[in-house]
Each structure stands twice: as structure tokens, then as C-alpha cells.
Nanobody, 119 residues
Framework: VHLRESGGGLVQPGGSLNLSCEAS????????MGWYRQAPGKERELVAI???????KYGDSVRGRFTISRVNAALTVTLQMNSLKPEDTAVYYC??????????????WGQGTQVIVAS
């Protein structure tokens, strides 16, 4: 399963960005799909993830500022990031878990997209 991310970039503090991730491949189902991030010198952390039923979970540091949305038919998940702070600077990775067409499980990661919040 391949994940293609888009939408990263440079933004000023207080600004907004929208990230998008599209899955492709021999996919039977996507159970959980969402975003993690990793800042320099830090461990990868959960940003937001959503289940196939639409239940969303957010990291404490982004709750209330970020919104995750999923379009199941399009195998796509987006992350609307508002009120961005310098501490949101990181590489953002898309993650998807589920079953392939041959019923094998997968846990796939995108290559990452850089988000820099700076004035």
C-alpha cells in the first residue's frame, strides 16, 4: 500500500496549512488512517488519526487547532491545521493500517512532508 502526501510548506505563526494523504494499491480496507509527526531530536508522536467509522483521536498538543477528515471512497485523509505554532514544526507522516486484497495486514507510512512554522 502506497501513501502519497501533499500540502506541507512554510507558514507564519498563527497561519494555516492543509495536508492531504491518498492511499493506493491492493487495498481491501483501511481501518485506521491519520498523521504522526517527528521534530528534530524528538520521537515520532501522534497528531491525529481516524477510524473507518469516523472516530477521531488527537494528540494533546493539537486538539482544538487541527481537524482530521477522511473520505473513505477516495482513500484519502486530510489534516486542516489552524493557529500553527513554531512547535508544530516537524516532518508529518501519513499512516494507514488495514487489510490488502489478499487479506494480509498492512501498516504503511508515507515519505513525510515538511511543515515549518516560522516568522
Amino acid at each position: 500500500v502506497h501513501l502519497r502526501e501533499s500540502g506541507g510548506g512554510l507558514v507564519q505563526p498563527g497561519g494555516s496549512l492543509n495536508l492531504s494523504c491518498e492511499a493506493s494499491g491492493s487495498i481491501f480496507s483501511i481501518n485506521d488512517m491519520g498523521w504522526y509527526r517527528q521534530a528534530p531530536g524528538k520521537e515520532r508522536e501522534l497528531v491525529a488519526i481516524t477510524s473507518s467509522g469516523g472516530i477521531a483521536k488527537y494528540g494533546d498538543s493539537v486538539r482544538g487547532r487541527f481537524t482530521i477528515s477522511r473520505v473513505n471512497a477516495a482513500l484519502t485523509v486530510t489534516l486542516q491545521m489552524n493557529s500553527l505554532k513554531p512547535e508544530d514544526t516537524a516532518v508529518y507522516y501519513c499512516n494507514a493500517r488495514g487489510y490488502e486484497s489478499d487479506w494480509k495486514t498492512y501498516d504503511s507510512w508515507g515519505q513525510g512532508t515538511q511543515v515549518i512554522v516560522a516568522s
